[in-house]
């Protein structure tokens, strides 16, 4: 065990981290608070910007449309969108219950290695690829003393890994549309790369190609929606590309999203400390700089970048600027170099010291800015512990607190400005009309009811007048469809052939069976041609419920109150009367509901003309059959057309009869459609005390019936109401204190 400090410092540093975690943990629920704030601000900001665009297209006065247009209300929603993203950085910061050191990096720089030495794992947790890039996926290893070593793979689900491993390539790529579902991206090849495309896209298509080649090998995975705990010995085959030996065969990580490792750090006096190991940058891998962004900003509280100078002399490169750039722009609140080192790894092997003071020295002149450059060989445990980890764990616990306070004064300071802004354009937006102003809407309404009124009661009234000249009419849809059922019974008797009455009386043994059998299907065929009338019968009554939808459209202005037409029309203005207005919505109602059924109107008119199609009331008995016969039939088959005369007989009989009985009740649906409508007009026009019910209802729905009459009206009462009552309403909540936490 590597002790580098005394027993009291070693207690009182763990105790001083415990403490400081613990000092977040409040924040977090304050945090929320004002996170919520925000986004009920936004939504009303974002509603005022909409009646904002609809004023502007509806108001005349100069001086408000120019007051309108100086409002801003997109900016201070984006502003919004912006500080909600940084509040949820500063909470998940807050939320940890760990102080993270993150190590970053290019390949091959020794970053591995220096995580070996911290954490007492070996290669075969953390893997350290001579040849090739090596770690597959993100690690984050805690402390925790005395544990056995294990750990738990988070998987990707589908979704995420198409939208967020695979879809990054497509887009970068060019490559058309992402695929929607694991299945298109497993069974179809991947769309072919441009070939004029550079050397380095070609190089990430091919790294999208391993995910596609060994789909199968890790598919299995995306199942996996919790933890998966694993023992020390199968960490590397989730974490790695390759085997301890080199060999490419693991292919977990490619499923895998990142992977909490549990174990008992050499030096245990640091408390909750956790080490995040991230896939060494410059892999043809898309997405990876985007992933440490996110990593940097939301899980880190310290960054160790890790660079390996050659021993051939070497020099700080373009690559490691853009890293540290990079890494810079993941918390613009807090600058990059209050939190983070630089390791250069000394190695013996390669005589590289000469080059890590080369580098120490020129750090500053390449804009490089971090706390200290730490010259270290990270292979050496000892060294690596003293050199670095307790470096940096005394840094965070005499700093961490004050870089909190920076950041989270950061954010504060932003919010006190950004509800400051809200406020200004809140206060234009309370004066943008001026005084306020009411509008009698009654001087407008009770002379434009009037006029409805009248017109309304003209019109049903000629409705009425118009549909008694035809009550006793023929209905001609209802006639068409009699005839047109009729002509199909007689075109198509559905009367059983010869040959198919043998066969019935060969299946049943006699020919008075299959007699029976053969009535009851022509007269089952019959009757269900005239089911067909229903639809008649509900068109004609339509027509009549149209008749009055329109009448009603169009005078009582219910074009602007209701859709459809018909029925559908008619129950959509009866659900909007109010349960008090009784006899109003009685009215509707009666009249929407109203039907004409086959069943109540035709069916027994016509069942009683099937008596001869039936076995037991049928005038055609089967022993009656054969008596006026000249002599007895003398084959099956002369018996089977004497059936069959007589079949059709009866169906032509049966047809005639229920034609004539039709054609009786031909006018049944004018006068039906009549007598509703009627009813209806009694109910609702000429019934005691209409008149104050359809004015009282039709007041709701004024500004729609009357919008060409009110539209100045509307612009400058109801809108501007409802401007006026949200604009209240956000400035009621943009309080100073609602956009504290710190």
């Known amino acids: ?16 981290i415990e403490q400081i975690v613990a000092k977040r943990q409040p924040l977090v629920n304050q945090i929320e608070t004002v996170q919520n704030n925000l986004n009920f601000m936004s939504n009303l900001v974002s509603e005022i910007g909409d009646k904002r665009d609809r004023l502007l297209e509806q108001v005349d006065d100069v001086t408000i449309v120019t007051k309108l247009e100086h409002i801003d209300c997109r900016s201070i929603v984006n502003q919004i969108s912006t ?20 190590v970053v990096g290019r390949a091959r720089q020794g970053k591995s ?46 979704h995420s890994f198409l939208n967020e491993v695979i879809a990054p390539y497509y887009h970068q790529l060019s490559l058309g549309v992402v695929p929607l579902s694991l299945e298109t991206f497993a069974n179809f090849p991947l769309p072919e790369i441009d070939t004029v495309k550079a050397a380095l896209d070609k190089a990430k298509y091919k790294h999208l190609g391993q995910y596609h080649q060994h789909i199968n090998q890790y598919r299995q995975f995306f199942s996996q929606t919790v933890p998966k705990r694993i023992s020390k010995e199968q960490i590397r085959e989730y974490v790695a590309q390759d085997t301890v030996e080199g060999d490419r065969t693991y292919f977990a990580y490619l499923a895998v999203k990142k992977v909490d490792i549990y174990c008992s750090f050499p030096n245990q006096d640091i408390g909750q400390i956790s080490l995040v190991d991230m896939p060494g940058l410059g892999d043809t891998g898309i997405g990876d700089a985007e992933r440490l962004i996110k990593t940097l900003g939301q899980d880190i509280d310290i960054v160790l970048f890790m660079r390996m100078p050659k021993s051939m002399g070497d020099v700080w490169a373009e690559v490691d600027v853009d890293l540290y750039d990079l890494a810079n722009s993941a918390l613009t609140d807090l600058p990059i170099n209050e939190w983070s080192f630089m390791v250069l ?25 971090v706390q200290d450059v730490i010259i270290c060989d990270c292979a050496n445990k000892t060294e690596a512990q003293t050199a670095i980890l307790d470096r940096v764990i005394d840094y965070l616990t005499h700093r961490i607190d004050i870089l909190d306070n920076k950041y989270a004064s950061a954010c504060q300071y932003r919010l006190l400005e950004l509800q400051r ?26 002379r434009l009811f009037h006029k409805l009124w009248n017109e309304l009661r003209e019109n049903l009234e000629g409705l009425t007048r118009s549909m008694i000249r035809h009550r ?9 469809a009699v005839i047109q059922a009729i002509k199909h019974c007689r075109n198509h008797p559905g009367v059983p052939s010869v040959e198919q009455i043998l066969k019935k009386r060969d299946r049943h043994g006699s020919f008075e069976s299959a007699y029976s059998e053969c009535q009851h299907e022509v007269r089952t065929r019959l009757s269900k041609r005239f089911l067909n009338l229903n639809i008649a019968l509900r068109e004609s009554l339509d027509k009549s419920k149209s008749q009055v939808s329109n009448v009603l459209a169009e005078y009582a202005k219910l074009k602007y109150v209701a859709k459809g037409e018909g029925t559908d029309f008619l129950l959509d203005i009866e659900s909007k009367i109010p349960e008090d207005l009784a006899d109003l919505k009685l009215g509707f109602s009666t009249l929407a509901t109203f039907d004409l059924q086959y069943h109540g109107l035709i069916q027994h008119r016509i069942r009683k003309h099937l008596d001869v199609l039936t076995p ?105 109401k409802e401007w006026i009552d949200t604009v209240k309403q956000a400035q009621n909540k943009n309080n100073l204190e609602d956009f504290k936490f710190n």
């Not at 065990?1 to 001083?16: E, H």
């Not at 075969?124 to 750990?151: F, K, L, M, W």
């Not at 026009?685 to 500004?703: D, H, K, N, T, Y």
């Open 1 to 16: 065990m590597i002790q580098t400090i005394t027993d009291n410092n070693k207690f009182s540093r763990s105790i001083q």
């Open 83 to 102: 500080e909600l993203n940084a509040l949820e950085k500063l909470k998940s910061r807050f939320s940890r219950r760990t102080l993270n050191i993150g």
């Open 113 to 158: 290695r220096l995580l070996q030495s911290l954490t007492g794992l070996s290669k075969a947790e953390i893997p350290d690829g001579d040849d090739q890039h090596c770690t597959g996926v993100r690690s984050n290893i805690y402390h925790h003393a005395g544990i056995e070593t294990y750990a738990e793979v988070y998987f990707h689900s589908e």
């Open 345 to 369: 790894n000394h190695v013996a092997t390669i005589d590289n010291y000469k080059n890590c003071i080369s580098l120490k020295n020129d750090i500053t002149n390449q804009h490089i800015d």
């Open 421 to 446: 802004q809200i406020k200004e354009e809140l206060d234009k937006a309370d004066v943008a009309f001026g005084q306020a102003t009411s509008y009698d809407w009654s001087r407008y309404s009770v």
């Open 472 to 480: 006793d009419a023929e209905d001609i849809n209802f006639k068409l």
């Open 616 to 720: 037991d009331r049928t005038r055609y008995k089967f022993n009656d059959l054969f008596s006026n016969f000249f002599g007895q039939p003398n084959s099956n088959e002369e018996k089977a057309k004497k059936i069959y005369h007589h079949l059709c007989q009866a169906q032509i009989e049966a047809v005639s009869n229920c034609e004539k009985e039709l054609k009786n009740i031909l006018v049944e649906p004018s006068q039906a459609g009549f007598a509703i409508v009627e009813e209806f007009v009694d109910r609702v026009v000429r019934a005691e005390g209409m008149r104050e019910e359809w004015e009282i209802f039709l007041q709701e729905f004024a500004s729609q019936i009357w919008q060409e009459k009110f539209e100045s009206v509307n612009a400058s009462s109801l809108l501007k």
